[in-house]
């Protein structure tokens, strides 16, 4: 880690957004993340062509910040001459790390693509452009949601992480011991490469509902419960999240995780706050 980088090892992650005001604000959010010193940045993917271009764009805007920019790229609804395509692009534009995933199933009868899994896209992305990029692959501490079970996604997992990634970057969740459980299997496995821990502010509970249930991500009972009790007091919910998910971090960090990935929601104040809570 270079003497430039924030002490405790923290990422961001944004989404491109589809407005221009949505963009102009993500420039001042990435101005003041960028301000923390964050080993890297990601952005998210959709599938598509117009949100593919999308990414791109905000990746180089991103990357203005002159803060690593690692984007998104998915194998699901991708051929393998597009993909080439996009590799040699992100090379070109000095794109020195990406997340690999295999992304969502298209909705309808929308192609799967050649590549089905995010090891075959890793091991593709290495046969194609060699060491150039740190590759980056998702964990899911409490079970990928199309998983039969917690054994099975770890075994996936470290599939992964055997076909040639750097790291890997958790989806987010509330319990500790859910992530320590996954790592120690996932050691177990022969996996040795940094498994980061995501985290997710709680700054609406509908939302976050809504999101938790899509990607099988838990929710404590005791938390809903409180968050529930706050009705729409935003300022209540805010400020508990906080506390919440502070003592989540210090925990995870306290316990060896090695950094933390932040999603942001395009947003810098509650990501803020809770950085600021562990540095103090």
């Known amino acids: 880690m270079s003497s430039h980088e924030h002490p405790l090892g923290i990422s961001f992650e944004f989404f491109p957004p589809s407005t221009d005001a949505g963009r102009d604000k993500l420039i001042h959010v990435r ?7 964050p080993r890297f940045f990601s952005v998210t993917y959709g599938a598509g062509g117009s949100t593919q271009a999308r990414t791109r764009e905000v990746v180089r805007a991103v990357g203005e910040s002159g803060i690593n920019t690692a984007p998104h790229l998915s194998c699901i609804g991708s051929e393998k001459a597009q993909l080439r395509d996009l590799l040699a692009q992100y090379r070109e534009e ?3 790390s990406l997340v690999a995933l295999r992304g969502d199933m298209p909705s309808g009868m929308g192609s799967i693509g050649e590549l089905r899994y995010a090891n075959e896209l890793v091991e593709f992305i290495r046969a194609e452009t060699g ?5 980056a692959v998702a964990a899911y501490p409490e079970s990928h949601p199309q998983a039969p079970n917690l054994d099975k996604d770890v075994e996936n997992f470290a599939r992964k992480m055997k076909a040639g990634a750097n790291m890997a970057i958790t989806q987010y969740f509330f319990t500790a011991d859910a992530y320590f459980n996954f790592v120690d299997k996932a050691r177990a496995l022969g996996v040795e490469q940094p498994i980061i821990p995501g985290i997710m502010p709680i700054t609406n509970y509908t939302k976050l509902a809504r999101f938790s249930d899509a990607c099988g991500a838990e ?7 409180q968050l529930e009790s706050y009705g729409d007091d935003s300022e209540a919910i805010a400020a508990f999240g906080t506390d919440v998910v502070s003592r989540l ?9 090695p950094g933390l990935h932040f999603y942001t929601l395009n947003q810098a ?11 103090d």
């Open 31 to 37: 101005d003041e993340l960028a301000a923390r010193k």
């Open 94 to 96: 000095g794109v020195e």
């Open 131 to 135: 060491d150039h990029f740190d590759i």
């Open 219 to 225: 929710i404590p009972r005791w938390i809903r419960k």
């Open 249 to 257: 971090c210090q925990r995870l960090l306290e316990g060896g995780a």
């Open 269 to 279: 104040v509650p990501v803020l706050k809770i950085v600021d809570n562990l540095t």
